[in-house]
């Protein structure tokens, strides 16, 4: 299975490629109304649910390959975003509202005197950029050095990093944290100089996170198979027995937390300039188990099976709350209810499984620790 | 009456009843007499208000609010308002009503016609003669609860006027609880006047201090201001820390009281919690949403139900939601949760799947609206207790939640299901082979753990509104309460629940609702270090990850 799932990861990559390429030339350079012109609001879309994508593969990595299902990547993701926020906030300077060139609209309105600390340096693009890895990177590191080395596994740590994501989520919605409060940041004008508005800078956008989620991929794809990756998944299925055989599991595990926290940042910062806004919400838990819905229907354990499923889902999200915005909830619901119970391996592990001549068999030793878990 | 209890019983009926007649017959023969004497008093007094002379008027005010007969604020407030009206030649006083009837002051007939009437003219000494006696005349009204009551106006006004009213009545008090109350006026008097005696103000001093509540830190901080005379000031200096420590006691009693409110109700939405999660070791990501259903179940019983049984309310509504949370749970444990049981991360996904359709469904059936499920009479109001002021409802959570507990505590430790139960949680193998069915208990503890749930729902709908998401603002508080606690014992969760939410209710006048949650996210992370299994876990090699 996994030189097939190699060999669909080299299509996936190229088909990425490909997509990079084609869809910002047939966006600009075909004429509005043709069949083959993608409109920009399209690009768009497509270009947030790759940033959704990347965000799937990262939590791929840490669940599919070391059972850490975190809901907490809802928040990395989000951070990454206020980060890339705050830059673009920076960016509006004096055309903004009350045209105050230092302070961002939402500060005037609070009637604040001066940038605060968390906001200096904000306006350069390298220190942003340096951010939206850093914040997700050091909370997940600080979270995570805490988390396994007390050997918090399973479903706790799955709690535990939910009720930190639920306690930012609060912590954002407060005005006098300085992050914009319950109506978070918008109002963007332009990234780097060019308006977001522009057709061409969102074609440029949708290219990045493409590019991005080849990386993302590219990235989770050498770390598994590495010694190291190897010894991630021996770590998912029997944690006690590498311990015994003296490995430092906490370490293991806290190094793929933190990449894939990286990632979820810079998901975060990709996606922020695309839909225009970023506000609390999107801190809300909901999300983050949502993320690991898009994994499971794609495939656990299998980076683009997650990445498929992100999109999967997404565009249907997209199609049924349009459609049948009473019933979105429910299909939603039913999803994870079916996916769980009769698609453990998600779409790709079914596809690869049924033309497989001999099924693959889990190892049993998952079976044998969860059971004494029990 | 009591004479018939002494009679034998053997007594012929004739002879009771002439016993009985008799006896009620004595009874009012001695009230016309002392309706008769008072009915003399009052007439000297109303004969009074007849000269029409600003001396005699005054003394009659002054009768009147000694005697205190029934009719005396009537007459007063229509005297200050110019509505005594006098007939000289007949010998009748009355006054006229707001609403115009002219009333006979002495036997409250009605009088057809005011043509004889004069007014009994009044000046302003006598309008604060009237001011002084009606405060009095309430201060020696038959009725104690009346007295205090107008002793606390005294309080709040600090009105010197009735000073010589409030210490007559002071001076003969028989009742303890109006003698403190009145003490407490004068003493309030006595702070706030100009010229009142050293003496005085020390014993006002002595008595605020007992009091020792804001109004009495107001008052002394008052006095000070007033006095230079050097034992006043130390009196009144040392009675005003004394006033902030208790004064400061009470707002952490206070805090505690909010803190224990706020823990039964996390006991309650978490213990159902810990009874799942202990039992099979999965995360029932719907179990707020069971609470949410327990709370539609008041909800509905609040709308079927005739008005004549509304207050009986909550004893239909609290076995439907444990029979609807408990069957939903089982419903989600046959269905889906026992297909899962090795891996315990998808049942997460699952049932948080669950919990989206069950949101949705009530949303449908519902409406997305807020219900407001009102509380029975027994529950509703609050009263003070000492410095503390105690809303009933949160006094009920309080008792249902130690009930539940205890209850649970019970069927655990008591029955053999509860036996079973702990087997099966302490080690389930082993228990499954001393031939416990570990399905059965599992869908039994699905059900009762659901079934508590319920009825979290009916206690949270009688402090919050019910809505589709009102699980939701529950659970997660829940989940740290077990992770704390620990699913090894139910102590641990109680202790996890009341440690949370007073530590809580502790931070956030501190730091800041949020901030205090998140300073305890911190504290369970580190906590957690030291007990990654939380504070009573299950000891025993079957619990080694």
Known sequence: MSERLDRLGLVFVALLAVAAILVPILSLATPAGSALNIPPYLVQLFGKYLCYAILAVALDLVWGYCGILSLGHGAFFALGGYAMGMYLMRQIGARGVYANPILPDFMVFLNWKELPVAWWGFNWFPYAMLMVVLVPGLLALAFGWFAFRSRVTGVYLSIITQAMTFALFKEFFRNDFGFGGNNGLTDFKDLLGFSLQSASTKAALFSASAIALILAYWVARKIIGSKYGKALMAVRDAESRMRFLGYRVENYKLFAFVVSAVMAGIAGALYVPQVGIINPSEFAPANSIEAAIWVAVGGRGTLVGAAIGAIAVNFAKTYFTGAFPEYWLYGLGLLFVLTTLFLPKGLLGLALTARDKKPVVETPAIAVEEGADL | ?545
């Open chain 2, 1 to 545: 009456m009591w004479i018939v209890g002494q009679m034998d019983r053997g007594t012929p009926v004739g002879v009771r009843c002439r016993a009985v007649l008799s006896s009620v017959l004595a009874l009012l023969a001695c009230l016309l007499f002392a309706g008769a004497a008072r009915a003399d008093a009052l007439d000297d007094t109303l004969a009074k208000f007849l000269d029409d002379k600003f001396s005699r008027t005054e003394k009659a005010i002054g009768e009147l609010a000694a005697e205190a007969p029934p009719q005396a604020a009537a007459v007063l407030e229509a005297l200050g308002d110019n509505r005594l009206l006098f007939d000289q030649a007949d010998h009748i006083v009355a006054y006229k009503t707001t609403a115009g009837a002219i009333i006979n002051a002495k036997t409250g007939e009605t009088i057809a016609s005011a043509a004889a009437f004069k007014k009994v003219r009044v000046n302003n000494a006598i309008r604060s003669a009237i001011e002084g006696s009606i405060g009095s005349l309430t201060l020696a009204n038959p009725d104690p609860q009346k007295r205090i009551a107008a002793a606390e106006d005294v309080f709040k006004t600090r009105e010197a006027k009735a000073l010589p009213a409030l210490q007559a009545q002071l001076a003969k008090e028989s009742d303890p609880q109006v003698a403190e109350a009145l003490r407490l006026a004068q003493a309030a008097i006595f702070a706030s006047n100009d010229n009142t005696s050293t003496k005085d103000r020390l014993a006002a001093i002595d008595i605020l201090k007992a009091r020792g509540d804001q109004d009495a830190q107001n008052l002394i901080d008052q006095l000070l201001q007033k006095t230079t005379d050097p034992a006043v000031k130390s009196a009144g200096e040392s009675a005003l820390t004394s006033i902030h420590t208790r004064l400061a006691m009470w707002g952490a009693a206070q805090d505690l009281w909010y803190g224990l409110s706020a823990s039964s109700v996390l006991l309650l939405a978490a213990i159902g919690l810990a009874i799942t999660f202990g039992v099979m070791g999965v995360i029932n990501m719907a179990h707020g949403e069971m609470v949410m259903l327990g709370a539609y179940a008041t909800y509905v019983v609040q709308l079927l139900l005739p008005p004549s049984l509304q207050n009986w309310s909550l004893a239909f509504a609290i076995p439907l939601a444990f029979l609807v949370a408990a069957l939903v749970g089982v419903a989600i444990e046959r269905l889906i949760i026992r297909f899962l049981y090795t891996r315990p991360l998808e049942t997460l996904l699952a049932t948080w799947g669950v919990s989206l359709i069950l949101q949705q469904l009530v949303r449908s059936l519902f409406g997305a609206n807020n219900k407001l499920v009102t509380n029975p009479p027994f529950m509703s109001g609050a009263f003070h207790l000492g410095g503390l002021e105690i809303t009933t409802n949160r006094l009920w959570i309080i008792v249902l939640a130690i009930v539940v507990f205890v209850g649970l505590q019970l069927v655990l430790r008591a029955t053999p299901f509860g036996l079973q139960m702990r087997a099966v949680t302490q080690n389930r193998r082993m228990a499954a082979a001393m031939g416990i069915s570990t399905a059965r208990i599992d869908m039994l503890a699905f059900a009762l753990g659901s079934g508590v749930a319920g009825i979290a729902g009916v206690a949270l709908s009688q402090i919050d509104n019910v809505s589709p998401n009102l699980g939701q603002g529950y659970i997660i508080d829940s989940f740290m309460v077990v992770v704390f606690g620990g699913v090894g014992n139910l102590w641990g969760t109680a202790l996890g629940a009341l440690t949370l939410g007073i530590a809580n209710k502790i931070l956030e006048p501190v730091i800041g609702a949020i901030q205090g949650q998140i300073v305890l996210l911190i504290v369970i992370i580190l906590f957690i270090q030291k007990r990654p299994r939380g504070l009573f876990a299950l000891k025993g090699r079957a619990v080694e990850a």
